[in-house]
């Protein structure tokens, strides 16, 4: 099985890359940043497991920017001439700037609205004749429970990923009858660095990035008769107060 996983040099992508290559399957993971990607290959097939495990054979990392469509379809692309095809898109990048809509520049703005929600059409139109070829797939979109519960500062956020949301539920309607299957997962508070945070703050409380890559890959294995739509998850005993 081939996957693409946005996004997929740090937190919640890495999980997800590295349940993926346990799982057996083929990965290729994207980032804006070739120094990160460097950092992931190392963190997913350290030179000591090489030769014996042969996964350096199933990673491809290609440097993109998901906000520009030709770098998005140039990441298919690549995909396919490596692997042979695609089954499963995982889209995770994403960024998170907060600030109230006064003191938001337009830049932060289309910055936010462009990775979260226009990237994601870019990646799944590129992604779809693949996955159509191959007679059905899987996408798999990474959202937020802010796309349901706004909240003061995240008015760019939130709306990019209440717009994914909404998306994925047009999207799965509209090729579902193409045996591609649509989930989008909502994560509560998660322990990453996303948004400039402390990775290390409320880690004692806070969802882990391997409990969000655990659901997808629930997802993903299936059985392909049915369908699970949407994913929340909430810490199980977030802080009081």
Not at 35 to 47: E, G, I, K
Not at 58 to 80: Q, S
Not at 108 to 115: A, N, P
Not at 169 to 177: F, G, N
Request: hydrophobic share 40%; aromatic share 6%.
């Amino acid at each position: 099985m081939v996957s693409i996983v946005t996004g997929g040099s740090k937190g919640i992508g890495l999980a997800i890359a590295r349940a993926f290559l346990a799982r057996g399957m083929q990965v290729t993971i994207t980032s804006r940043s070739e120094a990160d990607l460097r950092r992931a290959a190392d963190t997913l097939h350290p030179s000591t497991r090489d030769a014996r495990s042969g996964q350096e054979d199933r990673l491809l990392t290609v440097a993109a920017d998901v906000r520009d469509a030709d770098a998005a379809k140039r990441v298919v692309d690549e995909t396919v001439a490596r692997f042979g095809g695609l089954d499963v898109l995982v889209n995770n990048a994403g960024v998170g700037r907060f600030a109230n809509v006064a003191d938001m520049s337009p830049e932060t703005w289309r910055e936010v609205i462009e990775t979260n929600l226009s990237g994601v059409f870019y990646c799944t139109h590129a992604a779809l004749p693949e996955l159509r070829r191959r007679g059905g797939g899987y996408i798999v979109n990474i959202s937020s429970l802010a796309g349901k519960n706004a909240f003061i500062g995240g008015a760019a956020y939130c709306a990019s990923k209440s717009g994914l949301n909404a998306f994925s539920e047009a999207l799965m309607q509209e090729v579902r009858y193409d045996n591609i299957r649509v989930s989008y997962v909502m994560p509560g508070s998660v322990a990453t660095g996303f948004g400039d945070h402390d990775e290390s703050k409320g880690a004692d409380w806070k969802l882990a990035a391997e409990d969000v890559a655990q659901a997808v890959l629930d997802l993903v294995s299936h059985d392909a008769r049915s369908l699970v739509s949407r994913v929340e998850m909430r810490p199980s005993r977030p802080r009081k107060g």
